[in-house]
């Protein structure tokens, strides 16, 4: 996990330096606006909010001005964004809440949880879908007896299923073993096809409109001189991008040399 | 086809139909402008979008009795709004509504290039595909079912061979009858699939309510853009309820189909293009290496790609300033003939400030301005043929491990190589830059490239100051102390106030291609034209002021008749040798310009700046010679000589300047003055290009500002320290 700077942040901090980060993914900079508006708030409450985060120097902010994220303000508020979705998670996915709600919830718990439950929760929601004994459809049936009066099924029969689910999972265990790294790994001549591309800006976005959709078929055709950036072919063209670019690519690799689509 | 050469909107003549607007929308690379230029020839007007540096083109033609406007949009890969050159392409087509839109796809590529198509498609404007480079394709042994292919899209195609004019008159008569027929309704739609169709019918449903769809855009393509997240539209639209309802059925499809709806969308849009492509599209012969990977397999050779672009840098360098050279130096003569003739023209006696204006000012000025129009012709060429073959995209790709370092993108490279040369050539060259503020950063540190023209400024000091065996090594610590404050100030204006987003790198290696002669000379004389219009003027009016402030005001009177009393003096010394009269004489002259100069507003400068550049170690007679030097960093060398009374033929060579020199200053402050010279104000010629390529006076001013005050900064350091150590 990342080390998180030891910053004592009030939670509405937390909420405002969240709130840029997000701001920040979609657009290059965030303006005060921006911020009032996402977290309905009033103009002068932001000011002043504004100004306690540049202190602390988490956001570069001077009145009338775009305000970004300094290198620390973007970890702590990584940091917060990361707490908010595991325990998003952990309420849409063990404890079947409506995502809205689960979403509210984890706005207002974020800023209380400790590291070492917060790693619980991950591991705990991990357990529960890998472990036969529990199972996605096990957390299901929690949501179906949290919805019909807390009335219990057939018990005789879900637990058959468990032994269903552990051989189908050995199935899918076996087709998995292709491996899936990301595009930086391959060499020249090596080819895969395109599993997802992370992140949330203008590359990804640039390279989707260029082609790089799920399950396109790239070739890594060269390295520069220099080491970086890299060549592709893809789709019949040749693309360069930097090895940062590719790295957030996940593909998959085919054992066999697959026969490129016309 | 006679008419209106530089007219930007010739009012259509009464007789025929109603004027057509045409925009020309496609990817970078797809042979848009070669179409371009084959439509309207030279009938073009190139400027700036408002606001952005983005180039704005612009033509006329005639097909038959309709008059046609064509806009040229910027080569872009989508609509997204995500780069500027998509929010401009985007804009055009959304507010100018054109009559119709001509999408030009590169046929051996036809896939990505219809990526843009489909999208053009929603927006529902009549739309004319162009399978460009038809030839290329067939030669790559792909054979297409055009009839197919349109019934399949739903839009006319017209097949064409854009650089051999092949196909351009089908071209014109099937986007003229789409233009006048209008839009016929909704274009064929993309089947985005159950669940995203769903959202979108809601989102539809709920825009329409909202009334916020504008322009006679449908409002499916508002549905389809809200979903994809597109910022700039969520901009535009600025309706809550319709914001709040995209972002929720944002989230629900992402928690559907497991991945975000912009990934989703532009699978569909891929998946349908392909399907078209796999029924109309057929391919007979697998070519595995076309030629264009045969030259990549040279060209950007691990172990030879390097020295092959040297090489060719090289050559662009050689090419611009070794060639530029004769022609620099006929411009030169031509006004100098233009100064001597006109001077002989003028009555004996009158000597009037009329006489100065016409010869030093305007004659002066104007040769100042047309000077440079070798080098940026050539240069331009050379850079047009590096463009239009696809090498550019090789360069960057080779450089910019070096440049991405310094925060700068691989093309940044050529920019500043030529800047070695001369600053005004080479911030035209940023334009092959596509990110404004990579732009815009390389634009101002490029002065501090040591261009040409300071190189007379090192070679009057250096042997003045140094022993033999250190030329060389001085020499290289000031181009050195050059490059590596560009790198710095680079990278401290990409963390200040151009910090921003690093824009993706992702580029397309075009396949190579010949340049033609035609599209090269285009480049070129819009490229001289763009100078001289925007530049030229600017460059002209301060070669005045500066020539006003080196006039007035004039020697005094009695000062003046005590020159004029000493010349009749010498003259009526019968007894001395002729020789020995001219050569007083000459020294009177001498003195009596170093005395002008001093009275003269520029030497009140000069003596005005002394207090302040006293610290660098400067005295009133260097900073008279600064001030000069803003004309061109070379005028410093003859300002030095006027200084000091040896005349204005002084030249960097020149041993008496070197002696007094020597005289009054210490080898540091020598050091100093390359210093100050090297980083200081540019001069004038380089605000001007700043101003014009920036499109702001802020820019350059701060250009200026910056650099003069860096200047000041570093060389006080260094002689106050200097002075210490010896």
């Known amino acids: 996990m990342s080390q998180t700077p030891e910053i004592q942040l009030s939670a509405s901090l937390e909420d405002y330096l969240e709130a840029i980060f997000r701001i920040v993914q979609e657009k290059p900079a965030a303006r005060a606006k921006d911020i009032s508006k996402r977290l309905e708030v009033g103009r002068s409450s932001v000011t002043g909010a504004l100004h306690a985060l540049a202190d602390r120097e988490l956001i570069n902010y001077s009145p009338y001005d775009l305000i970004t994220l300094t290198d620390k303000g973007k970890a702590v508020a990584a940091d917060v964004v990361r707490r908010h979705e595991v325990l998003r998670d952990f309420f849409v996915r063990v404890l079947a809440v409506d995502e809205p709600e689960a979403d509210s919830a984890a706005c207002k718990m974020e800023h209380a949880i400790p590291e070492v439950i917060l790693d619980r929760f991950i591991e705990f929601v991990d357990f529960v879908e890998r472990c036969p004994r529990g199972g996605t459809k096990w957390i299901k049936g929690f949501g179906y007896y949290c919805d019909n009066d807390k009335k219990t099924g057939n018990c005789e029969k879900c637990v058959g299923l468990v032994l269903e689910e552990v051989r189908s999972r050995k199935v899918t265990k076996a087709t998995e073993t292709q491996a899936m790294v990301t595009l930086v790994t391959l060499k020249p001549g090596e080819k895969a096809a395109i599993v997802k591309i992370s992140g949330k800006d203008g590359i990804r976005r640039r390279l989707l409109d260029m082609g790089a959709t799920t399950g396109t078929l790239v070739e890594v055709e060269r390295v520069a001189p220099l080491g970086d950036p890299i060549e592709i072919k893809i789709k019949g063209y040749h693309l360069t991008l930097r090895k940062e670019e590719a790295e957030r690519i996940t593909v998959e690799l085919s054992g066999e040399q697959p026969i490129e689509r016309a | 086809m006679t008419n209106h050469l530089r007219q930007p909107k010739p009012t259509g003549p009464s007789s025929a139909g109603k004027r057509i607007t045409v925009a020309l929308a496609g990817n970078p690379n797809s042979g848009k402008t070669t179409i371009f230029n084959a439509l309207t020839g030279g009938r073009q007007h190139v400027g700036n979008y408002p606001g952005v540096t983005v180039e704005k083109k612009e033509g006329q033609c005639r097909h038959g009795r309709t008059p046609l406007r064509i806009l040229d949009l910027p080569g872009t890969y989508s609509l997204t709004a995500y780069s500027i050159e998509e929010r401009v392409a985007r804009d055009v087509l959304i507010h100018d509504q054109p009559d119709v839109v001509i999408d030009i796809l590169d046929a051996s590529n036809l896939e990505r290039n219809l990526y843009l198509a489909v999208q053009i498609m929603e927006l529902g404007r009549p739309l004319v595909l162009v399978m460009n480079m038809s030839d290329v394709a067939r030669q790559r042994g792909l054979e297409f079912d055009l009839d197919l292919l349109s019934r399949l899209l739903g839009v006319p195609i017209v097949s064409t061979i854009g650089h051999k004019g092949i196909g351009l008159r089908e071209l014109l008569d099937t986007a003229v009858e789409a233009g006048e027929r209008g839009p016929i309704g909704l274009p064929r739609q993309i089947d985005y699939g159950p669940e995203i169709e769903t959202e979108i019918a809601n989102l539809q449903r709920i825009i329409e309510q909202a009334g916020v769809a504008l322009n006679g855009i449908p409002a499916r393509w508002f549905a389809v853009k809200l979903l994809e997240g597109d910022p700039e539209l969520h901009r535009q639209v600025n309706h809550e309820a319709v914001i709040e309802a995209a972002g929720r059925s944002a989230r629900q499809l992402e928690s559907i189909l497991g991945d975000s709806p912009e990934a989703l969308i532009a699978d569909r849009r891929y998946g349908h293009i392909s399907g078209a492509c796999q029924q109309a599209v057929r391919s007979t012969v697998e070519l595995r290496h076309t030629l264009s990977d045969h030259i990549d397999a040279v060209a950007t050779h691990r172990v030879l790609g ?65 000077v440079f129009l070798p080098n940026i012709l050539l240069l331009f060429l050379a850079i047009a043929i590096l463009e239009d073959s696809g090498y550019m995209a090789r360069a960057a790709f080779l450089m910019d491990r070096l440049m991405y370092k310094i925060g700068l993108h691989g093309k940044s490279f050529v920019p500043m190589l030529i800047g070695f040369g001369c600053s005004v050539p080479a911030i035209m060259a940023t334009r092959t830059l596509e990110n404004r503020r990579d732009r815009l950063t390389t634009m101002l540190v490029l002065p501090l490239m040591s261009c040409g023209a300071r190189l007379p400024i090192y070679a009057l000091i250096i042997p003045a100051f140094f022993p033999r065996n250190w030329h060389a090594p001085m020499l290289w610590i000031i181009y050195l102390i050059g490059i590596l404050l560009a790198v710095i100030c680079a990278k401290l204006l990409k963390k200040t106030l151009l910090r ?12 190579y291609r010949m340049p033609t002669l035609k599209s090269v000379g285009l480049h070129m004389w819009n490229r001289g034209g763009a100078y001289l219009k925007k530049a030229g003027t600017i460059i002209l009016g301060i070669s005045i002021v500066l020539w006003a402030l080196q006039q007035w005001p004039s020697l005094p009177e009695e000062q003046a008749q005590a020159f004029a009393r000493q010349r009749e003096q010498i003259e009526v010394m019968s007894d001395l040798p002729s020789a020995v009269k001219n050569e007083a004489l000459v020294a009177l002259n001498y003195a009596e310009a170093k005395a002008a100069l001093e009275a003269s507003l520029m030497g009140r400068i000069g003596r005005g700046l002394e207090p302040i550049l006293r610290p660098c170690g400067f005295d009133w007679k260097i900073a008279t010679a600064m001030v000069g030097a803003f004309a061109a960093k070379e005028v410093f060398v003859v300002q030095m000589g006027i200084v000091y009374a040896l005349g204005e033929a002084e030249d960097e060579d020149s041993e008496p300047l070197r002696d007094r020199l020597r005289a009054d200053y210490t080898p540091l402050q020598g050091f100093c003055i390359m210093l100050f010279c090297l980083i200081s104000a540019p001069c004038m010629a380089t605000i001007a290009i700043t101003r014009r390529e920036s499109n702001s006076w802020r820019w350059a001013l701060f250009q200026l500002g910056g650099l003069t005050a860096l200047a000041w900064v570093v060389t006080t350091v260094v002689y106050q320290v200097g002075r210490l150590v010896s």
């Not at chain 2, 070794?322 to 000597?351: H, K």
């Not at chain 2, 921003?500 to 396949?511: A, K, N």
């Open chain 2, 306 to 370: 390097l020295p092959i672009f040297l090489g060719l840098m090289y050559a662009v360098f050689h090419l611009t300033f070794t060639l530029g050279g004769p022609p620099m130096a006929w411009i030169e003569a031509g006004f100098d003939w233009l100064a001597q003739t006109l001077n002989g023209l003028w009555p004996e006696g009158a000597d009037g400030p009329l006489r100065s204006l016409l010869i030093d000012g305007v004659i002066g000025g104007v040769s100042g301005v047309l």
């Open chain 2, 500 to 511: 921003g987003e690093t824009p993706p790198f992702v580029m397309e290696l075009p396949p």
